[in-house]
């Protein structure tokens, strides 16, 4: 894998391009539907930190061989965009390092299409405009975070250690936007 993981330029003579979230690999669904010779797909290089069962790692053994598979790392600014349009979202806490990869990667190519059964990404993309499709679940509406004092009541749009006002703890709530 690590001869992919240095290769940077993508192949562009593809109808389809995508980028995979590990929720597809993980329900094995990626052999039904990337291994077709009319897609290119990218996957982020750290994908071994997200998968644990034996299935899993089958599929990406799978993946591995194919020349249509590229594992990609995305450059550090990528990276750190993600982050921040994750904790724009409300997301951030939700996300693992593979996840905001994969956010990354959507980024730097904005052609590809994330494929991901994940609430958190798929509300990040459809918050941004980041093409996102679900190969199983989806969400039906994007979802709006904030934070609420659990004293005070008070209420924040961001993220904080604890309440301005009366320094008690915060819970997240949404609403569906």
Known sequence: MNELVQKRSLPENFPKKLILDSTVIIQILAKDWFLTDDCVVIVPANIKEELKSFESNLVLTLLESKKNIIFLMPSSFSLSNAVNLAKQAGEYERLSSYDLNVI????????FTIISDDNAIQNLCNIFNIRVLSSFFKITKRKKYYWKCTVCGAQFSKKLDCCADCGSPLKRYFRKV
């Not at 990354?104 to 052609?111: F, K, Q, R, S, V």
């Open 104 to 111: 990354a990667l959507a980024i730097e190519n904005p052609e």
